[in-house]
């Protein structure tokens, strides 16, 4: 099975300031996608971007991008002009192409506070 | 829609005893998943499920049985609770019909056993 790492457990940012959310993993495929999920307090899992690996440009959703460093199996979110509402826990999640069953594997999650 | 539903939202138990966690979809979905989530580990698959009548082992699947009778609802049982089984449990579905496609998420159910 595919690993997901998100080595950073906790972190903060002051509203309006950017922040970027790190991801690696570990596979020997060639193509497979990638997700970023935030979780509020609610727990409801929400996406929030989505990359797949044989596409070289980054994806972008508004004030969130990745940087995606193929060989490197890095995967980090950015979040610019933070707002409050960005508070939440953040999953990363792998999922092959060569998986059937459309299995996700995800990573421990980084809890993001955002300060006023 | 409700999209996907789970029942109940809390639950407390009491070690060995038994319960059913319903996950209910009007997406119409093949696939469906069970996941649990505890502090610092993520979400881990338990069991999942492609179609109606069937269901296969996912990373973490002892002690859990499933069954999908109906191919809008998945049920996760536990025979025999153990306070390891303590944890925040989420269904999720899909339509495997693309890959790039998320997976959608229910509302997830608490679970204390004590």
């Known amino acids: 099975a595919q690993t997901v790492t998100q080595s950073q457990p906790e972190m903060s940012v002051q509203e309006a300031e950017t922040v970027t959310l790190s991801c690696t993993y570990d596979?020997?495929?060639?193509?497979?996608?990638l997700f970023w999920y935030k979780q509020p307090p609610s727990r409801q899992m929400i996406l929030v971007i989505r990359q797949e690996a044989y596409k070289q440009q980054n994806a972008t959703e508004n004030r969130f991008s990745v940087n995606f460093q193929k060989a490197a199996k890095s995967f980090s979110l950015k979040i610019s002009d933070s707002q409050l509402g960005d508070a939440a826990m953040y999953f990363c999640?792998?999922?092959?192409?060569?998986?059937?069953?459309?299995?996700?594997?995800f990573g421990s999650g980084t809890k993001l506070n955002v300060k006023p | 829609n409700a999209g996907v539903t789970q029942t109940p939202k809390f639950r407390v138990l009491k070690t060995g005893q038994s319960m059913t966690l319903l996950c209910a979809q009007d997406?119409?979905?093949?696939?469906m998943y069970w996941y649990r989530q505890d502090p610092g580990m993520g979400l881990r698959l338990i069991h999942y499920?492609?179609?109606?009548?069937?269901?296969a082992k996912g990373e973490v699947p002892d002690g859990y049985n499933v069954s999908r009778l109906k191919k809008q609802n998945f049920l996760l049982g536990l025979e025999s609770a153990a306070p390891s089984q303590t944890s925040v449990y989420f269904c999720a579905t899909g339509s495997g019909g693309y890959p790039q496609e998320t997976q959608y998420f229910g509302p997830g159910t608490r679970l204390l056993v004590l």
């Open positions: 499920s492609v179609g109606e009548g069937t269901t």
């Open positions: 997406m119409n979905h093949e696939y």
């Open positions: 999640a792998y999922r092959s192409l060569f998986d059937n069953f459309n299995k996700f594997y």
């Open positions: 596979t020997s495929e060639s193509d497979y996608y």
